[in-house]
C-alpha cells in the first residue's frame, strides 16, 4: 500500500469513527460538520481540528481532481501518513488517566495528629490528602489549607502542634471541597481541561467509576499536567 492508499485509508477510517460516534450512518455529515460536532467530545479532535481541516481538503483534491484514472494526483510524504495515522490512534484511544497517574494516594483519619501530616509531606513530598471521618471523606488537606490554617493562628502566641488533629485544619479550610472525583478510563485531556477551567479544583481523584465511596487509585494535581 502507497502512500496515498494508507493516507486515504486513515482519513476514512477517522470519518467512519466520528460518524458512528454521533450515531450517523457513514459519511452521512459533511467531515467539517463532523470536527465541529465531535471537537468537544473528543479531546484529540479539538487538538488537532485544524490539521483534520487540511487533511480532508487534501484528501478531496486527490480523490476528486484525478488527472489518470487509478492515480492520484498527490503523494502524502512519509511524515504526513504518520502524522495522520498517530491522530487516528489519538482519536479513537485516548490515553487514559489510569494507569498513568496510578499512585499511592495517602490518607489521614480525622483524629490523626497534624505532626503525622508534616511527618508524611517531609518524607514523602505529597501536599493533598484526603481526610476521612467514620468512612466518610469531610476534604482534601492541602499545603495552602495548611499555610491559611497557621496564618489564622497568629492571633496565639503558641501554636501546639502535637495536640492539633487534623479535623481542625480541614474544616477550617473554605475550599476543603476543592477536588472531584473522576474514572479511571477518562482522557488524560479531559482532566487537564477539568483543572484548567476550574481554579477552584486543587486535585482530581482518581476511582474506578468516579464514586466518593471508592478508594483513590490515584490523583493528579495542576502541576501535574
Given at each position: 500500500m502507497n502512500n496515498a492508499e494508507r493516507f486515504i485509508a486513515?482519513?476514512?477510517?477517522?470519518?467512519?469513527?466520528?460518524?458512528?460516534?454521533?450515531?450517523?450512518?457513514?459519511?452521512?455529515?459533511?467531515?467539517?460538520?463532523?470536527?465541529?460536532?465531535?471537537?468537544?467530545?473528543?479531546?484529540?479532535?479539538?487538538?488537532?481540528?485544524?490539521?483534520?481541516?487540511?487533511?480532508?481538503?487534501?484528501?478531496?483534491?486527490?480523490?476528486?481532481k484525478k488527472l489518470i484514472p487509478n492515480s492520484y494526483i498527490a503523494q502524502p510524504t512519509d511524515n504526513v501518513v504518520k502524522h495522520i495515522e498517530q491522530i487516528e490512534d489519538e482519536i479513537k484511544s485516548p490515553e487514559k488517566v489510569y494507569p498513568l497517574f496510578k499512585r499511592d494516594v495517602v490518607q489521614f483519619n480525622f483524629d490523626d495528629l497534624f505532626t503525622k501530616v508534616?511527618?508524611?509531606?517531609?518524607?514523602?513530598?505529597?501536599?493533598?490528602?484526603?481526610?476521612?471521618?467514620?468512612k466518610e471523606l469531610i476534604g482534601l488537606l492541602t499545603e495552602k489549607g495548611i499555610t491559611m490554617w497557621l496564618a489564622n493562628q497568629l492571633e496565639d502566641e503558641?501554636?501546639?502542634?502535637?495536640k492539633t488533629m487534623v479535623e481542625e485544619i480541614v474544616?477550617?479550610?473554605?475550599?476543603?471541597?476543592?477536588?472531584?472525583?473522576?474514572k479511571k478510563n477518562m482522557s488524560v485531556d479531559v482532566a487537564a481541561d477539568l483543572l484548567k477551567n476550574d481554579r477552584r479544583l486543587d486535585a482530581l481523584l482518581i476511582t474506578e467509576n468516579g464514586k466518593v465511596s471508592e478508594s483513590p487509585l490515584g490523583i493528579i494535581t495542576p502541576s501535574d499536567l
Open positions: 486513515s482519513f476514512n477510517r477517522i470519518h467512519n469513527f466520528l460518524s458512528f460516534s454521533d450515531n450517523e450512518k457513514e459519511y452521512k455529515k459533511p467531515f467539517y460538520r463532523l470536527l465541529d460536532e465531535n471537537e468537544h467530545r473528543n479531546p484529540a479532535v479539538k487538538k488537532y481540528k485544524n490539521d483534520l481541516q487540511i487533511f480532508a481538503d487534501l484528501r478531496n483534491v486527490m480523490v476528486h508534616l511527618t508524611t509531606i517531609s518524607e514523602r513530598k505529597f501536599t493533598h490528602f484526603p481526610v476521612y471521618k467514620n503558641t501554636i501546639y502542634l502535637k474544616l477550617e479550610d473554605t475550599r476543603r471541597n476543592n477536588y472531584l472525583f473522576i
